[in-house]
């Protein structure tokens, strides 16, 4: 029998809401700079799948660098934003 598994969610619903505004600020304003850039790329004849799936792969080629760098920086605590494409 395993160990019954502990509700952190409450815990984690408080901690996170502390930051979910400021977050949520600065992912809006990513999400505008990402459609503006769609856009030119309409533009420029770029098709919709590939303007996707391209700067799809560039945000988790962004987070896994700003992961490293965080890292590098004497935070040895592993990242919780390593992504896998």
């Known amino acids: 029998m ?3 598994q502990k509700n952190h969610e409450p815990v984690m619903d408080e901690i996170f809401g ?3 505004w400021h977050i949520f600020q600065h992912l809006q304003s990513a999400d505008r700079m990402i ?6 790329a309409t533009m420029f004849g770029v ?4 303007r996707k799936e391209y700067i ?6 962004m987070i896994d660098q700003i992961a490293e760098r965080r890292e590098g920086e004497g935070n040895n605590k592993p990242s919780l934003w390593r992504v896998s494409v």
């Open 56 to 61: 799809r792969n560039k945000i988790v080629d």
């Open 47 to 50: 098709p919709a799948p590939y």
């Open 35 to 40: 459609a503006k850039a769609s856009e030119e």
């Open 18 to 20: 502390a930051w979910e």
């Open 2 to 4: 395993g160990r019954k």
